[in-house]
């Protein structure tokens, strides 16, 4: 990853009283795929908005490439080498080509130019054969394809996109979602990316923001923060599973090997991809005194790191070469005799992991 | 009954002997309304974008006057301007009551408001997202206004069809500043209600299908530019 090319200092947002957006720091590297991750009314939007500089912070200063962005020249020539991406395609009552072009037109790019660079927008999220459609004959998920290629074609430097995938249905979502990833890095965009969803995020990030309340709660890399969420709301929001990246090491008979930190899972699955996130549910993981009978696939010798209650359980952090959680009762928790600094073993087994292919 | 046929057959003869007096009431109506519809549209669409754009204190005041101006009465419009163009009036020394100057000040006063009026509506009717979309494609404020316009443009060509009908079918006014003198500012509708006071129903009946007509052609064309290039994507529902 390279430079520091966005950055924001001390940046507020209010209405009334109310803060929607309190963000003392934040900052995103050239070429790397920012995903801010929270629930709806978080602010996530709003923020987009402010760098999009669609919107003005009550109070904070945009820096960009290290320089303060100042006044409306500025503001306009830097909105230049952005583009923002909305939920909503809001597509213009026009053909899908006219609608990819507008950008292009209205910076006095030549028409030659403007059909060459047009058709490979089109043919980098293949609907070359859309080209003379009405916008408004599209499905959904073409609809965003369209969408997506009104801003690519204008190549920004910053490419900033509002849960782009939200209205549509999961088998495009996917597809979608596998594709852009490919056309980001061929095209090594800054990306900004806001969701909800935690699936995008996982598949998506370099790097990750949790936003709640209008307040950037943890940043990180996406492993770090789903395995240790700074706090309880974070928790709650990026759910309780471990997740881990890992590299393939084998594949046998539907199953397939990982190497993960300084050990190995594994997975019951089928899976062409070399790196790979592994989930794993805290409830899944058996904790015990003595090595497991049964043999499960997967048995390690772990160290407790800490343990937290968590609702009706207890929630164990272990270190067992890769980080591991483990959620235990409170009997159980007495009777293991459990605490900070211990060994004990823990087991799952090959079909309780949830494997995500990145690359 | 048979008053109604002999003027109607009288009148379709008149047309198409292409009588040199109908040709100028005819062609200064056109000339009056289409000019006064034109001027309207500089400053009422502006004031609609103004409008439903802008956000500023006094804009529900300003708004509701704009609502009025959509309802103005011709005649008091007719008496405003014939008070500012009295001789001894403000604007006297410009001599212009009774010209076609005046009477293209008093429609520009009364199709104004209706095409600022619809105009607005016509803005306002269009998702704010799509000005934020529009602007972050790196659109400049004056590109983004186009856009949206081309957007609009099925009710904005409505906002002018409004406006011309408000003004071609109007007689107070034109009446007032322009005294329906024979060869100089006597249009259809003016002509209309002489005729009638005077019994020449053969002429009114002429005059007022070529008002019908006119009025249609202008339309005409208007829809076919407004309606150019949609397409019928959704089938009628009770088939």
Redesign the interface.
């Known amino acids: 990853m390279g430079k520091t090319i966005l950055a924001v200092k001390d940046l507020k947002y209010q209405l009334g009283e109310r803060f929607v957006l309190n963000i003392p720091n934040w900052e995103v590297a050239q070429g790397e795929i920012y995903v801010i991750l929270g629930p709806n009314g978080s602010g996530k939007s709003t923020f987009l ?1 402010l760098l ?1 500089f ?1 919107e003005f912070p009550t109070q904070g200063k945009i820096f960009f490439q290290g320089n303060l962005v100042e006044g409306k020249a500025q503001r ?1 020539s830097l ?2 080498q ?3 991406v ?1 939920q ?1 395609s ?1 597509l ?2 026009s053909t899908v080509f006219d609608n990819v072009a ?2 292009l037109k ?2 006095g790019v030549k028409p030659g130019e403007v059909k060459q660079r047009v058709n490979k927008a089109l043919a980098w999220l293949k609907i070359e054969h859309l080209a003379d459609v ?1 916008a ?2 599209l499905s959904g998920g073409e609809a965003q394809r369209v969408n997506l290629a ?2 690519l074609v ?1 190549k920004p430097l910053i490419f900033l996109l509002d849960e782009p995938l939200a209205n549509l249905d999961a088998p495009s979502r996917e597809k979608f979602l596998l594709e852009s990833k490919r056309l980001f890095r061929q095209l090594n965009l800054t990306v900004v990316y806001v969701t909800h969803e935690r699936e995008e995020a996982l598949f998506l990030a370099d790097h990750l923001g949790i936003l709640i309340n209008g307040y950037l709660v943890q940043e990180g890399k996406p492993e770090e923060v789903f395995n240790f969420p700074a706090s309880e709301e974070v928790a709650r929001f990026v759910g309780v599973e471990t997740v881990l990246e890992g590299k393939v090491i084998g594949e046998d008979n539907g199953l397939v090997k990982v190497a993960v930190g300084k050990g190995e899972i594994e997975v019951a699955a089928q899976c062409q991809a070399r790196k790979v996130i592994l989930c794993l549910r805290p409830e899944e993981v058996v904790l015990s005194a003595q090595p497991n009978k049964s043999s499960p696939r997967n048995q390690v010798k772990a160290l407790i790191k800490k343990i937290i209650p968590f609702g009706y359980f207890h929630k164990v952090f272990l270190d067992a070469g890769f980080p591991l959680a483990a959620f235990v009762t409170k009997p159980a928790l007495e009777e293991l005799n459990l605490a900070e600094g211990k060994e004990i073993w823990a087991s799952f087994k090959a079909t309780a992991v949830h494997l995500i292919e990145r690359e | 009954m048979e008053l109604i046929w002999i003027g109607l057959k009288k009148a379709v003869l008149m047309i198409f002997s292409l009588n040199p007096e109908i040709i100028d009431i005819t062609l200064l109506s056109l000339k009056v309304s289409g000019t006064a519809t034109f001027l309207s549209l500089f400053i009422g669409i502006p004031l609609g974008v103004f409008l439903a754009l802008v956000p500023f204190r006094g804009r529900q005041i300003a708004i509701a006057l704009v609502n009025t101006g959509m309802g103005l009465p011709p005649v008091v419009v007719g008496l405003l301007v014939s008070l500012f163009l009295w001789r001894s009036g403000p604007l006297g020394f410009l001599e212009l009551l009774y010209t076609p100057t005046a009477m293209v000040i008093a429609q520009v006063i009364i199709a104004f408001p209706i095409v600022a009026g619809l105009s607005m509506a016509a803005f306002q009717h269009i998702d704010p997202k799509l000005r934020w979309q529009i602007i972050s494609l790196g659109a400049t404020p004056f590109q983004m206004v186009v856009k949206l316009a081309l957007e609009a443009r099925l009710p904005l060509l409505a906002a002018i069809m409004a406006g011309f009908g408000g003004v071609i079918s109007e007689i107070g006014a034109v009446m007032m500043v322009g005294g329906n003198i024979k060869g100089q500012t006597r249009v259809l509708t003016t002509a209309i209600v002489m005729e009638t006071r005077m019994g020449h129903f053969e002429i009114a009946i002429a005059l007022s299908l070529i008002l019908l007509t006119l009025t249609f052609l202008v339309n005409l064309v208007l829809s076919y530019i407004q309606q150019r290039g949609k397409v019928e994507w959704a089938k009628p529902f009770w088939r």
């Open positions: 908005r999009n669609l306009f909105r230049r952005m583009s923002l909305f909503e809001l213009f009552n507008y950008g209205i910076r009405p408004y004959l009104r801003s204008l």
